[in-house]
């Protein structure tokens, strides 16, 4: 096993242009076993492994690392470096054949186009989260919202980032002035919490006009867009209020502003397709 996986084998195999699958000892068939991922490389392969200690086969599948993504977390659309937005909430959409497609929310205005996502595994070569088409992006009027349809490796939490907090599936209709909301996001270390200051306000970024969006007073930062706004917990438990867009942060003031959940998830919907936390 150490010479296929680790010595003369392993670096002929990679001079062919090709590695193993996956191999490993099987007790109790008292055997090696060896699996690639094409019939071309098992053909290059096979003479240097007709020993009855191999057993050597073709196989469709390719490992993959189970990852798991959680509300507020950091994201990026580079398969290297490190997070530059965030997500907010857990979703699925329905289909119309049945069944759902599952992701997560983020915001718009961290992609142009198609897009890949990852998440920073710290060892240099981010690991693929999944995918954010153009046609689940919206980013104009009462929503800055994207979709991001995960691979089915990733496990996705419903407890905020580095809390003990536990979105529920529901989400307010009202926003009253006063209010207490908190914000994930990977911009900010820490929770952040403020009051609704404006429950319709309206803000002009990048000559494109966004309306009834909330204000809060919450500290933010670069990276948190696309976070998570939630209410108040109560028992360990919150509601999705809505996805941090952006803010302001001066000597003198603070504040912040995010899109109201049940508009983001309205801009998003298209004829029979829905989308609702879960």
């Keep these: 096993i150490s010479d296929v996986t680790l010595g003369s084998l392993s670096e002929k195999f990679k001079a062919s242009g090709f590695m193993i699958i996956d191999a490993g000892v099987d007790d109790y068939k008292n055997l090696v076993e060896v699996h690639f991922g094409s019939q071309t490389a098992y053909d290059v392969a096979i003479n240097d492994l007709q020993s009855d200690i191999y057993s050597v086969s073709v196989v469709d599948y390719v490992p993959q690392e189970d990852v798991g993504l959680s509300p507020g977390e950091g994201v990026t659309t580079s398969s290297t470096g490190g997070a530059t937005f965030s997500v907010a909430c857990r979703v699925r959409r329905s289909e119309p054949g049945g069944g759902y497609t599952y992701g ?80 994930k996001g990977y911009g900010m270390s820490m929770v952040e919490s403020g009051t609704v200051q404006c ?46 867009k952006g803010g302001v942060t001066t000597t003198s003031e603070h504040y912040g502003f995010f899109t109201k959940m049940y508009n983001a998830l309205a801009a ?10 879960y």
């Design 104 to 183: 997560f929310l983020t915001c718009a205005h961290a992609f142009s186009g198609n897009s890949n996502v990852y998440k920073n595994t710290g060892s240099g070569t981010n690991t693929l989260l999944g995918i954010c088409y153009s046609f689940n992006q919206h980013y104009s009027g009462n929503a800055d919202v994207a979709f991001i349809q995960t691979n089915s490796s990733v496990t996705a939490y419903n407890t905020v980032y580095t809390t003990t907090t536990t979105l529920t599936s529901s989400y307010p209709t009202s926003y009253g002035i006063g209010t207490v909301v908190y914000k």
């Design 199 to 244: 429950n319709n306000y309206s803000v002009t970024i990048n000559n494109v006009q966004f309306t009834d969006l909330v204000k809060a007073g919450y500290y933010r930062a670069g990276g948190d867009s696309g976070g998570i706004v939630y209410t108040a917990p109560s028992s360990g438990y919150a509601s999705p209020a809505g996805i941090h």
């Design 268 to 277: 998003l919907q298209s004829g029979p397709l829905t989308y609702s936390p």
